[in-house]
């Protein structure tokens, strides 16, 4: 056991000021085990005797530190029982001498507090430590450490499939720590941006958890898949604008004030992190600008413009172009206003679309910064653009079994959801789908895209053949869903019509977890 009889002297203040000690800040009493006491300094000058301030049963209490501390007008001292504090210098740029005045050393250039400058001038050897200075780059997808000029040809050499890079920001999630998010499904996406960003003490690289308000499911993952599954849509419908070949961000300066974008850029990693869908709605230009941080004029054509204004002009008369010189003159364009310089006008239009777009792409691109994401997107561009742009689809393909019925059956269905015919929602939430069935079937509404899960990922198909015996005498009953697997109740589904209608009713009437 280590006694403490007296306070520092002041060659050890010194030494204990180098490692951030006697500082109201003391962050290397984390990693302290083994117990420790507090103590108060006698009346006196210089080093002073310690008595140690006694605990109540419950430990100590912040009634016990006031009265010890005089209302906090006296220094107390902790102290472990089982082991030494560590004394070793901390850095010139630790937090504990944040609010020290500092100089710059002249050999080094690197600044250190007024207190330590003397004592770090003596030992310092510029010539030595400059010589054998290299800079070092740690390549986000190995984790290994390659000097800045060789971590290029590394990059080209160390990832080759997309499966890599989704394996390297998996590993990445903090799996000790939580990230809790309770929303509603009613208002899911404004309420999951707002919780997102109401959370203070836990970071989005921990795994993430979900609950459903007013629903007992815990979330083992599923929940996680189906939550993210719908943000990243609803964000999709929410902050962008576009047609089936790409979209590019609404102009939203409310948003942008927000942080929403931010919040929607953390959404993508965190989903494509943890099991979730890829944010596949992207322009080619967005995505380039994702990648690099930057807008390559030259590439932006008249095709990556989703502005009404565009329209407006590219098929306006010389009258028409007349009544748009106010709206074409805000756009940066300063020439004649006619039809003759319709082409100039139009490029006009185009890059003062974009360009506006440029600071929520910028925030877009801040929340892809979790797990390195930002790092992988500009070393492997190519690898990375069926994540973000679309035209790259996973086909489900479905194997024949001996209940070969029922199989066309559902192929025939899943024809029904593709072509939106069904009828009128009218009270149901939830619009049928390819996508919301294979939702309510697996908790996700997409095929995996982390090369773990995409190996694991199948439908299980079961098939009921006695339920008058189970139930008795009765018109109809409905498929059962959990965890992948699907029965079906094969008397009810005799018909296409009738397996149409069952699966339907089921699909709507069975979308959230309110039995266990």
């Given amino acids: 056991m280590i006694y403490y009889t007296s306070t520092p002297k002041g060659s050890e203040e010194f030494v204990h000021l180098q490692a951030g000690l006697l500082k109201d800040l003391y962050p290397k009493l984390e990693s302290v085990s083994g117990g420790w006491l507090i103590y108060k300094a006698a009346g006196g ?10 605990p109540e049963d419950s430990g100590y209490t912040g009634s016990v530190l006031k009265n010890a501390s005089a209302g906090g007008k006296t220094v107390l001292y902790i102290a472990p029982l089982q082991e030494e504090l560590d004394t070793q210098p901390l850095p010139p740029d630790s937090s504990s001498f944040s609010n020290m005045p500092k100089a710059m050393c002249q050999s080094c250039q690197t600044s250190y507090p007024l207190q330590l400058l003397a004592l770090h001038f003596e030992t310092c ?4 430590t400059n010589a054998q ?14 000097p800045q000029n060789e971590v290029e040809a590394h990059a080209s050499e160390c990832c080759e499939s997309l499966d890599e890079i989704l394996q390297a920001i998996s590993t990445a999630v903090n799996t000790e720590e939580e990230f809790r998010i309770t929303v509603s499904r009613s208002n899911m996406v404004e309420r999951g941006l707002a919780q997102w960003k109401r959370q203070k003490k836990a970071l989005p690289t921990n795994q993430l958890r979900v609950t459903f308000i007013g629903e007992a499911g815990i979330d083992t993952g599923a929940l996680r898949k189906e939550f993210l599954t719908d943000m990243v849509a609803g964000l999709e419908q929410r902050l962008f604008e576009g047609d089936q070949t790409g979209k590019a961000p609404k102009y939203s300066l ?12 953390e959404i993508w990693a965190v989903s494509l992190a943890q099991g979730g869908p890829p944010p596949c709605c992207l322009k080619d230009w ?7 941080g930057e807008l390559q004029i030259e590439n932006i054509m008249k095709e990556d413009v989703c502005d009404a204004h565009y ?3 590219h098929s306006a008369t010389e009258d028409e172009m007349t009544a748009l010189t106010d709206e074409i ?7 004649p206003v006619n039809v003759e310089k319709k082409e ?3 490029r006009a239009v185009v890059l003062h679309a974009t360009l506006r777009l440029v600071p929520l792409l910028s925030q877009l691109r801040d929340g892809l910064n979790l797990y390195g994401l930002t790092n992988l997107l500009k070393q492997y561009p190519n690898i990375c653009r069926s994540l973000f742009v679309p035209g790259v689809e996973v086909k489900r393909k479905h194997k024949a079994s001996g209940k070969q019925y029922l199989i066309f059956n559902l192929n025939d269905c899943f024809v029904f959801f593709e072509k939106g015919e069904e009828p009128e929602a009218g009270d149901h939430p939830v619009i049928l789908s390819p996508s919301s069935f294979l939702q309510w079937l697996t908790g996700q509404g997409y095929i995996p895209v982390l090369p773990d899960e995409k190996i694991n990922f199948k439908v299980s198909m079961q098939f009921d053949h006695s339920c008058h015996i189970q139930y008795g005498a009765h018109e109809v009953c409905y498929p059962t869903v959990t965890a992948n697997t699907v029965k079906l109740p094969v008397q009810h589904m005799q018909t296409y019509e009738e397996f149409k209608y069952v699966m339907t009713n089921a699909f709507h009437h069975g979308q959230a977890f309110l039995h266990i």
């Fill in 133 to 146: 200075e290299v800079c070092t780059i740690v390549c986000p997808v190995c984790g290994e450490t390659f």
């Fill in 125 to 128: 050897q510029p010539s030595d």
């Fill in 311 to 313: 329209t407006s002009v």
């Fill in 286 to 292: 967005c995505y380039q600008f994702l990648c690099n």
């Fill in 254 to 265: 409310l948003d942008l004030d927000l942080g929403n974008f931010r919040s929607a850029g």
């Fill in 45 to 54: 000058w210089g080093s002073r005797k310690l008595n140690m301030v006694p």
């Fill in 329 to 335: 003159l805000s756009c940066g364009y300063h020439g």
């Fill in 344 to 346: 100039e006008i139009l």
